[in-house]
């Protein structure tokens, strides 16, 4: 029988391991489904779902909306830029102003701050999930990474898995070492020091400062962008320095294992941490493939979330 007792997916870290596989299976068969490109169910109709990007996003948003529309659910984006959030209107008076015009029966946000979608959640009669908020967390994304990552390995258990980059300011590199480290995996991070935070997300993680300490072995590499947005200053002394040092290149790569595969959960900044020949490896990169997973993962969460009796 599925497990799944969750109201909301504000973060990975509510989640338990069956929990996580419940998303998962879930997701793999609407993985399957999609194979047909006219694939349409009507699963959430009648429902609406609450678009709130206070963030720019392309995967994430795209995905998400797509997701809905294939479940059948009405789907309602809210342009911020062009809202009255601008003209002083508090968060709260924004939210409850939109949940009474929308009725919502789901609600997607991605915010800056940390712990926006809980706020929301606290106050909204319906799921919230989170699609990535502050550096907390982007639960989403990490779980479509494990479904990529089944899909390439067969399981996430025992795999060594090296996320490289900006760790310090990533909600991916925190939603990835929670959920990789609660189904089994080895994880290690690689950082520079100024991008290396004192403490991790998630315990049993190793940290590592150079790529050729921490590659060796490992079966998948995720590499991050710099999330200068998020940086009070600039954490790096260049581009080019940086690529240098922590960029994957062909000649990095080859010092994980031989079948080891390449993820980023975009957007890229090629040439900065990632070579041009790695991200569009046909052989190695799952980087197209973690983005059209992006769908049947929020099919599978907004199924599991509102179609509940
Ligand atoms: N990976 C990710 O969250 O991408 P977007 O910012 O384009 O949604």
Request: net charge negative; proline share 5%; with cysteine.
């Given at each position: ?24 299976e ?7 489904q999609?194979?047909?490109a006219s ?5 959430l ?5 609450l678009?709130?990007?206070?963030e ?25 830029d ?54 907390r ?44 480290t ?39 590499v ?18 080019a ?12 790569l080859?010092?994980?294992k ?35 997973n ?16």
């Open positions: 029988m599925d497990t799944f007792t969750q109201s909301h997916l504000t973060g990975v870290a509510a989640l338990s391991a069956e929990e996580i596989d419940t998303i998962l879930r997701a793999q068969y609407y993985a399957d999609l194979a047909d694939y349409r169910s009507d699963l109709k009648g429902k609406t779902i678009s709130l990007f206070f720019d996003s392309t995967r994430t948003r795209v995905s998400f909306e797509m997701a809905a529309r294939r479940l059948g659910a009405d789907w309602v984006n809210i342009d911020i062009r809202s009255s959030v601008n003209k002083g209107e508090s968060f709260l008076d924004t939210i409850q102003t939109l949940l009474a015009i929308t009725q919502p029966h789901g609600i997607v946000v991605r915010h800056k701050e940390y712990g926006a979608p809980d706020f929301i959640a606290a106050h909204a009669p319906c799921p919230v999930i989170n699609a990535g908020d502050s550096w967390e982007h639960p989403t994304q990490a779980l479509l990474d494990a479904l990529t990552i089944k899909q390439h390995k067969g399981t996430l258990k025992d795999l060594r898995i090296a996320i490289c980059g900006d760790i310090a300011h990533s909600r991916v590199a925190a939603s990835n070492m929670i959920l990789l609660k189904m089994g995996g080895d994880v290690r991070v690689i950082a520079p020091e100024a991008l290396m935070p004192d403490k991790l997300a998630a315990e049993g993680v190793t940290k590592f400062h150079s790529l050729e300490d921490g590659l060796p072995g490992c079966d998948i995720m590499m991050l962008r710099l999330q200068k947005e998020r940086m009070e200053q600039s954490a790096i002394p260049s581009e320095a940086y690529f240098n040092e922590y960029g994957l290149t062909q000649d990095k080859a010092l994980a031989p079948d080891a595969l390449v993820m980023h959960p975009g957007p890229m900044n090629r040439g900065v941490e990632i070579a041009d020949d790695v991200a569009d490896d046909p052989h190695r990169s799952l980087i197209l493939k973690q983005v059209a992006g769908v049947p993962v929020r099919m599978a969460v907004m199924d599991l979330l509102l179609n509940k009796p």
